[in-house]
Structure formats: structure tokens, C-alpha cells
């Protein structure tokens, strides 16, 4: 368990009550993590939604499969944002590795408890789908660019 004023400090959380912050904040745990560590690795359950509270994170996808792009940049996580928010999209399963470029401090939050928590509290289900949203807009364009300049 963690603080629910520790998750209250990020946009993600922000906007949640009292009683929501508390729900989430019995569901995680503050880590640290080495440099080079994988987070969260591409194609397998996403079973966490992670804050990053301090470091850096490279999202990376290979494609899987012969022929595949080999471990390709798709993004980065800077403090303040979230990452595996997959945990919370069906089917659940992560679609790029995530991976420490330096060490990391995170929140890690039961991704499974976090959703059972969204069913029984709508509002609180609106309010993290919008946000998860928002993320997942934000590396949509990041993505863009990246191709953009690709094919330049």
C-alpha cells in the first residue's frame, strides 16, 4: 500500500476523490528498479498499470515473429506518466516492452484490481478510461511523428 496523496500529486489520478485515491493506493506498491530493466515485455499479460515517479523509460516494440522490427523505439515515459495501460484496455496484454534507460522509482498497481475497482465505481471507471485515452492519443502522435520522419 502506498500514500493516496503520493498518487493525488499526478494528472492521471488528480481529479479522483478521496475514496478512490484509497482504493487504488491499497492495490500498490512503490519499487525501484535498476537501469536496463524490463518493466513490462511486449505480447505477455498486462497485469500492472505503472506510475513513474522518478527515471526515464523507453517504450520498445520488436513485432514479433521472422522478419520482424527489431526492438524498435516507439516512445518514452518521463516521471509523472503512466505506463502499461494496457492493463486496463482489453485483451490485456501488453503491446511494446518498457524498459528502464536509467533507475527507476514507480508505482506499481494491480492492474486486475484496478479494473474490479472501475466496475463496481463508474465514475471512477469513466474518469481513468479518459485518461488512459489521453495516453494512449499522446503516443499515437509520437508515433506519427516517428514515421514521418522515417520516411523522410
Do not use: H, W
Not at 65 to 89: D, Q, R, T
Not at 100 to 113: F, H, L, M, Y
Request: aromatic share 6%.
Amino acid at each position: 500500500m502506498i500514500s493516496p496523496e503520493l498518487l493525488r500529486r499526478y494528472p492521471f489520478f488528480g481529479l479522483l476523490a478521496d475514496d478512490q485515491l484509497k482504493a487504488i493506493a491499497m492495490v500498490a506498491e512503490e519499487k525501484i528498479y535498476p537501469k536496463d530493466t524490463l518493466l513490462v515485455k511486449e505480447n505477455t499479460p498486462a497485469n500492472k498499470l505503472i506510475l513513474l515517479l522518478e527515471g526515464d523509460v523507453d517504450l520498445i516494440y520488436s513485432g514479433g515473429g521472422e522478419g520482424a522490427i527489431c526492438n524498435a523505439l516507439v516512445g518514452s515515459i518521463a516521471p509523472g506518466e503512466m505506463l502499461g495501460i494496457s492493463s486496463l484496455i482489453e485483451p490485456y496484454t501488453y503491446i511494446s516492452s518498457a524498459r528502464a534507460t536509467i533507475p527507476v522509482k514507480v508505482v506499481e498497481i494491480d492492474g486486475a484490481a484496478v479494473r474490479a475497482l472501475m466496475q463496481l465505481d463508474k465514475i471512477l471507471g469513466y474518469a481513468l478510461m479518459s485518461n488512459t485515452a489521453t495516453a494512449v492519443l499522446e503516443r499515437l502522435k509520437y508515433t506519427q511523428v516517428e514515421l514521418a520522419a522515417a520516411r523522410a
